[in-house]
Nanobody
Framework: QVQLVESGGGLVQAGGSLRLSCAASGRTFSSYVLGWFRQAPGKEREFVAAISRSGSSTYYTDSVKGRFTTSRDNAKNTVYLQMNSLKSEDTAVYYC????????????????????WGQGTQVTVSS
């Protein structure tokens, strides 16, 4: 069982930066692949980024490559999403997710959904 709590969302101007954090409970944090999803109003939830158990591999959707970076600190049971050069189209509720199988995160539409979810944090980018 994993409980996930996101933080760090807020209002930022276009071109600005935010860092989201997701703190997890449990002593098996390093056993899980972690991911980030987002859902904008009126749109389906979409995959944003994922990170492997050790943190050595990361995956991103094309629209955030070069702007977003995900990382994890297994000693702190926390995963991060650094978001730079934010655009208005990045406005959404951002969720972190965890699963033992990476395909449930990176290809959640067909193989997912991930087993564990956070409650979400709002990110609003003003233009």
């Amino acid at each position: 069982q994993v409980q996930l709590v996101e933080s760090g969302g807020g209002l930022v101007q276009a071109g600005g930066s935010l860092r989201l954090s997701c703190a997890a409970s449990g002593r098996t944090f390093s056993s899980y692949v972690l991911g980030w999803f987002r859902q904008a109003p009126g749109k389906e939830r979409e995959f944003v980024a994922a990170i492997s158990r050790s943190g050595s591999s990361t995956y991103y959707t094309d629209s955030v490559k070069g702007r977003f970076t995900t990382s994890r600190d297994n000693a702190k049971n926390t995963v991060y999403l650094q978001m730079n050069s934010l655009k208005s189209e990045d406005t959404a509720v951002y969720y972190c997710a965890a699963d033992t199988r990476i395909e449930r995160i990176t290809t959640a539409k067909t193989m997912g959904p991930p087993r564990y979810w956070g409650q979400g944090t709002q990110v609003t980018v003003s233009s």
